[in-house]
């Protein structure tokens, strides 16, 4: 049975080849170690040929993958860069897969635009967001609660605390000065004028 690929996600980028065995090195992207137990299905991206895990082992950074019925490079060979998917299943709540966060608006507490999830990659234990589209440029936005202070896919939009993220404080408003300028100027002529025109004496000859 094939599985349509628009009902699949990535777990795994495959970033070389190991050995002489078949074995793969991938960037792990799911924070589920059983995507990766022995005897787990993957596919990759475009491929709707299931591929059964038959070995893992440790990878600095990564991990390390056979698959049965690839027993040497020759055979992984044409997996390299290419993504490794897993069927789409329901999440607990409050989590969410990444292609559910790319694209959504992100804006502060105080209601400040700072554009779009455009990336979103792991760091450590948790993932980060690349936020770019806003007057503050790119954002990395880590995915941690004293952060990320809302999170709805559901209606597009993700709110972050700007304090948390140390960001700069929105620049004042500049003055259009030119015209300003210009009025200020003539108005303190005018008003010098009409002062030396009150004062005792103005405009009388002798």
Do not use: C, N
Request: charged share 30%; hydrophobic share 40%.
């Amino acid at each position: 049975m094939t599985t349509p690929a628009e009902e699949r996600v990535a777990v795994g980028l495959v970033r070389g080849l190991h050995g002489l065995r078949g074995a793969v090195r991938i960037e792990v992207l799911s924070d589920d170690p059983e995507r990766f137990a022995i005897g787990s299905v993957l596919f990759v991206e475009g491929d709707d040929q299931p591929l059964a895990i038959a070995w893992t082992g440790p990878a600095k950074p990564g991990l390390l993958l056979r698959f049965e019925d690839l027993p040497d490079r020759e055979s992984v060979e044409h997996l390299r860069g290419s993504y490794l998917e897993v069927v789409e299943e329901p999440l607990p709540p409050d989590t969410y897969y990444w292609h559910q966060i790319t694209g959504l608006e992100v804006s502060t507490t105080s209601g400040e635009s700072l554009g779009k999830v455009v990336d979103v990659f792991r760091a450590g234990a948790s993932e980060v967001y690349v936020v770019r589209g806003g007057t503050l440029g790119e954002v990395m936005v880590p995915s941690v609660s004293g952060v990320v202070v809302e999170l709805d896919p559901d209606a597009g939009r993700m709110v972050v605390d700007p304090v948390a993220l140390d960001l700069p404080a929105k620049p004042p408003r500049r003055r259009r000065r030119h015209e300003v300028t210009r009025r200020s100027r003539k108005d303190a002529r005018a008003a010098k004028a009409e002062a030396r025109a009150r004062e005792p004496g103005a405009g009388e000859t002798s």
